[in-house]
């Protein structure tokens, strides 16, 4: 594997101390491990007011060509994908990096063929089946930027998501197995378009054999098209600083925004963290359980494998079927060295019982990973435990959607751990605590907010079609840094634990929500006239769900209101968004200004009823009262 590799603590620090005293020449030597078409001019040229980052300003490069191209000679035969279907009764797919290359080439083609070119948008609304990766990396193929649209998201959100970046052609699936359910994809995607008029080709892969409509002259069968065209496509050469892909994430307030990552950086960094982090050899089965719709699918299963020539497990199930032993059954089945999963997994497993993980063996693992979210004291020891016998470390890995690849975690058996802390910032990675002022904390054994001092290649460049969002959401709070959004705290020898978000948004199982969008779709259903949404803690999800709704009229059935109300969040988001508590109440508690008094509902959730805080310059301060006694 690559040269640009960490392997020891000395090393670790070397690099590190290198990454700040001339970060140029330390990336510049990181990127001449890839395949430029032409090289870069110079390595970075940056302002975070703008924002305007560049990385390898001049260069040139098709990032697919260095996630299979490079790697023909040594690893044609080497499987680059083990696919693990949802009903363990059917057969494992094995795909060979020349195999994978064959079906990206051709699968470019037939996006070629129905007028898909260099520039343009592809939505990509797939289950997790081969395809959706080939998807990915033939977009990438043919300098189409893709927008992966997780399969949870409703037909609104799919198509607000379409309309945002103006997609050309969606390529779906006709349905998906996901336990013991069988469920449409087509049909949203058909729903959805009708909203959505950029869209003119739609392709569809054939999954579980269901009838679905086909839209002449817009709709085709995947598998028809693959025939119509052959398994060679040149790499279309891209800029660095072309965009690669957008992916859609929610904020504090309005519509999710399109988080751009381009060619060179995104490539250069997703290698070098998913080799540095998880310190992959060359025989090792990597394991990352998430969704490629979400951003750790795309940096660690689409990329950062791929470019590093590793095998890799893409799991079509669920983690409960056919029971909670699933996931420890397809490590044992398949031999997973390194397993990359989220806390609410881990916690949900943990709650099945250990009856359930007794059957295995595990003896494959060699390194642990959690992504997603604050993974807690009790879930991180079960993890080491029973998963990794003791003998595994875990890499407890922080970084963002807009972050592109892993900013803080230590590296696998090379620096230190602690339980729940994400530990230490990869080299290359300048992290800060500010205070709310804005001062940077210089001492230890601080909390603070996160924050960026420098850019590292892999940075969002913008946000699809609004630069100034991405200005004013993530550059303006603080002047010269990348504000993250999360609080941490730093311990005496320097390591990071991530408290949580400071903003409005809420961390749902790992998946992110802001309460903005919540709200607009509880306020969709009919009889409600405003609502507020916050979090709360659950011991399975990390943070639930709770919804403060008032009513036009008071609620007579409550349990056909609150019906009513998920319906309408799974419509306008997705099921994933539910709320898990709804209360009724007469009104909101509003300043007189009419700004509504989060940090009280949050407190009334939490159940911390004792340190509601002054509550008199509410507008009306008997709803407090109504509203501690009317929690659920
Ligand atoms: O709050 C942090 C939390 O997830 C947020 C980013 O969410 P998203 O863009 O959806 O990406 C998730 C996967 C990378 C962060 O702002 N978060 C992510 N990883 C961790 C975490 N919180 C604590 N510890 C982590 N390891």
Known sequence: MSEARIRTLAEYEAARAHSIADPEGFWAEIASDFQWRKPWTKVLAWDFDGPDVKWFLGGQLNITENCLDRHLAERGDKTAIIWEPNDPKEASVRISFRELHERVCRMANALKRNSVQKGDRVAIYLPMVPELLVSVLACARIGAVHS??????????????????????????????????????????????????????????????????????????????????????????????????????????????????????????????????????????????????????????????????????????????????????????????????????????????????????????????????????????????????GRCPIVDTWWQTETGGILISSLAGITDEKPSHAAWPLPGVQPVLLTAEGKEIAENEVEGLLCMKFPWPSILRTTWGDHDRCRQTYFSSYKGYYFTGDGAKRDAEGRYRIIGRVDDVINVSGHRFGTAEIESAINMAKGVVESAVVGFPHDIKGQGIYAYVVTEKPVDDPEDMRGRIIEAVAAGIGRIAKPDKIQFVSGLPKTRSGKIMRRILRKVAENELGSLGDTSTLLDPAVVEEIKDGRV
């Open 148 to 389: 992966v649209v997780f399969c949870g998201f409703s037909a609104q959100s799919l198509a607000d998501r379409i309309n945002d970046a103006q997609a050309v052609a969606v390529i779906t699936s006709d349905g998906m197995f996901r336990g013991n359910k069988e469920m449409p994809v087509k049909r949203v995607v058909d729903e959805a378009l009708e909203q959505c008029s950029s869209v003119k080709r739609v392709l569809v892969h054939e999954r579980v054999r269901w009838a679905v409509d086909m839209k002449p002259g817009r709709d085709a069968w995947l598998h028809e098209e693959l025939k119509l065209v052959d398994g060679d496509c040149p790499a279309e050469p891209m800029d660095s600083e072309d965009p690669l892909f957008i992916l859609y994430t929610s904020g504090s307030t309005g519509k999710p925004k399109g988080v751009v990552h381009s060619c060179g950086g995104y490539m250069v960094y997703t290698q070098y963290s998913f080799i540095n982090v998880f310190q992959p050899e060359e025989n090792d089965i990597f394991w990352c359980t998430a969704d490629v719709g979400w951003i750790t699918g795309h940096s660690y299963m689409a990329y950062g494998p791929t470019l590093a020539g590793a095998t890799q497990v893409m799991f079509e199930g669920i983690p409960t079927y056919p029971d909670p032993g699933r996931f420890w059954q397809v490590i044992d089945k398949h031999g997973v060295s390194i397993f990359y999963t989220a806390p609410t997994a881990i916690r949900s497993l943990m709650a099945a019982g250990i009856d359930h993980v007794l059957p295995y063996s595990l003896h494959s693992l060699r390194v642990l990973g959690s992504v997603g979210e604050p993974i807690n004291e009790e879930a991180w020891h079960w993890y080491r435990t029973h998963i990794g016998k």
